[in-house]
C-alpha cells in the first residue's frame, strides 16, 4: 500500500503566495532594525534624542509587530498548519509573532529615558539614562532581527516543501501506469 501523499502537501499557488508574504515582512522587519537608529554618527547617544523619532520607533515595531501576529494566526486557521511542513511553518510563525512582540516595549523605553535625559542635572544619572537607552534601543533592534530570522525560516521550509513536491511529482511522472505482462508462450489452455 502507497501512502498517500498528497494529504501533506501544501498546494503550490497556496505555498507560492505565503512565501512572497513571509518575504516581504521579514525585510520590512530586516529593515526596520538596520535603520532605526539611536547613535550619531560619532557613535554617541545625543545630548538631546528625539523622544517623538524613539516613540515613533516604537508605533511601527508595534504594527509590525501586529502584521505577524495576523499572518500567524491566519496560518494557524488555515488547513495547511496541520502537514508537517505546515507545522514547521507555524512554529516559526509563532516564534516570529512572540519576538516581534518585544520590540515595541523596548522601543518604548528608550522613548522614556530620552525624556528623562534633558532633565537630569546629574552627570553619573545621565550616563545611566543614555546606557539605558542604548541597551533598550539594541535590544529592540535585535528582536526585530531575530524576528526577521524567523520568517526567513519558516519561507526556507516552504520553499524546502516545494522542492519536496517537484521530486515527488518527477517520480510520479517515472513510474507512470504499469506495464502488463508479456503473452505466454504456447497458446490458450484449456
Request: charged share 25%; net charge neutral; glycine share 4%.
Amino acid at each position: 500500500m502507497k501512502p498517500d501523499f498528497q494529504r501533506d502537501l501544501i498546494p503550490r499557488d497556496d505555498a507560492l503566495h505565503l512565501i512572497g508574504t513571509l518575504n516581504t515582512m521579514k525585510d520590512k522587519l530586516h529593515d526596520a532594525a538596520q535603520q532605526w537608529e539611536l547613535l550619531d554618527e560619532n557613535g554617541h547617544v545625543p545630548a538631546t534624542p528625539s523622544y517623538t523619532a524613539l516613540l515613533q520607533h516604537a508605533t511601527d515595531a508595534q504594527d509590525l509587530s501586529h502584521d505577524v501576529l495576523h499572518l500567524t494566526a491566519d496560518f494557524a486557521r488555515s488547513p495547511h498548519h496541520t502537514t508537517r511542513a505546515g507545522s514547521t511553518v507555524l512554529k516559526h510563525l509563532s516564534t516570529a509573532a512572540t519576538i516581534s512582540s518585544h520590540a515595541a516595549p523596548h522601543f518604548t523605553e528608550t522613548a522614556e529615558c530620552a525624556l528623562a535625559l534633558p532633565r537630569s542635572a546629574n552627570p553619573t544619572d545621565r550616563r545611566y539614562l543614555a546606557n539605558r537607552m542604548v541597551i533598550d534601543h539594541a535590544s529592540a533592534r535585535a528582536f526585530l532581527r531575530r524576528a526577521s530570522e524567523s520568517l526567513r525560516n519558516a519561507a526556507k521550509e516552504l520553499d524546502d516543501h516545494l522542492g519536496f513536491q517537484s521530486f515527488l511529482a518527477t517520480l510520479t511522472r517515472q513510474e507512470g501506469p504499469p506495464t502488463p505482462p508479456p503473452p505466454r508462450p504456447g497458446g490458450r489452455h484449456r
